[in-house]
């Protein structure tokens, strides 16, 4: 319930209940203000409001054009890249830096790019029509902003989502801290993503599918790193390795399995956790990142790094232990940053309820917010500052990794359990009928995206937009 609705119910309840009950009310809502400020004063700048600026400009132009990719070994597949690479170049800037990315489209439909994950201005979010025109074929545009927080981010079409993703219009983003506490040997970051390929290992043309709309999206045949189907990191024994993932997926939902390998996750959706995470609690659900700290052990050998969310597993990747010791091994990994714990937020009441559900029309299936299938319905208000709880609610079977721009969110609960999640997030996976509770604090104005990443739920409706301010 709004504030407002609290009023109103609440006049309704002093014209019939008599005037006990309407202080008893407002006693109630100070209550939950007070708490609020609490929350609001326990989150203390954990992120900055505004980007600290003072550092170069990082230039790159992005060309957005039909091109091909040897996912599997000897043959191309055609696929829609930047500058003819998937991923995408990788974008790499320091904290303080400014970005300036030029998009060229030399596709035959709009394009657009959103940078996932960084608080960029409104007008530079890349969602068209909300924060800008599509950019037409033969068109460009100019995308400039400073990134205010460290971590891994991706960048990625966000026009047709289902197709041009599917496609390959995606890359990675990594601003790095000025001094990092740790000096690590090697700083890797994978994209993973799966494709769904027919004879002559083309993609299968029949993008976003009623099937796909249906269930959890288009999911691949084959999965690959960095569109590799045999990434392979050479480390030696007591090497100190940043690994940096990211799920690039129209739909599929990764768990990572290390095997005897013990990294250990140290920030999640670009921001650094309070304490280190076994990989193995986290879903790396489509649009999410997690970075891990892995000491190298010292047994040489080759270690399989494989993706176990179906259950049965299957290898995505492999590191080769070998050389002479370089340092230490086993080393213990400190968390970072501090994040609120906030668990008084399981007091406040819910601002917003958001219900996801699917309809059957005509042999296809629609995703709704709500009721409202996007750009249906109206775009919901948040006051800048202001500690909110909002309510996800998957009346549905199939998966939402639910994602928001401009802003970072906690966890508070899932399914009426708390939940300590020493982290932010800007994507939160809902499996089947779940129901999660998150709180933040809004710091960046403007309309921003609420939306499925699972791209055909998306393109099917599942999206709405918050207005900060
Ligand atoms: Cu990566 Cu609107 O999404
Ligand atoms: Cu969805």
Redesign the pocket.
Known sequence: MSRVHVLAALALVAVGGGLWFALDGLGLIDQNESLRSELEAEFDDAYPEAPAGGGELVEISLVAAPSTVELVEGSATDVWAYNDLVPGPAIRATLGDTIRATLHNELSEPTTI?W?GIRVPNNMDG?PELSQAPVEPGQSFVYEFTPPDAGTY?Y?S?VNGSEQLERGLYGTLVIEQPQSQVDYDNDITWLIDDWLLIEDNQLDPAFNTPDDRGHNGRWGDIATVNSSLSETIRAQPGERLRLRLINASNGRVYRMDFGELTPKVIAVDGLATSRPIDPGELNLAP?NRLDLDLSVPENPGTYAVSDVYLGMSRQLATIVVEGPTTGDVNVEVAGHSAVPDWSGALDASVDIELAFETQSVDDDWIWTINGDQFPDGQPLELDHGRFTKIKLVNLSHPLHPI?L?GQFFKVLTRNGEPVDEPNFRDTVLLEARETVEIGLIPLDRGEW?L?C?IQEH?DAGMMTSVIVS
């Open positions: 959103h996932h969602v991706w990625h966000h649009g994602h721009h995206l939306h990443h998306a």
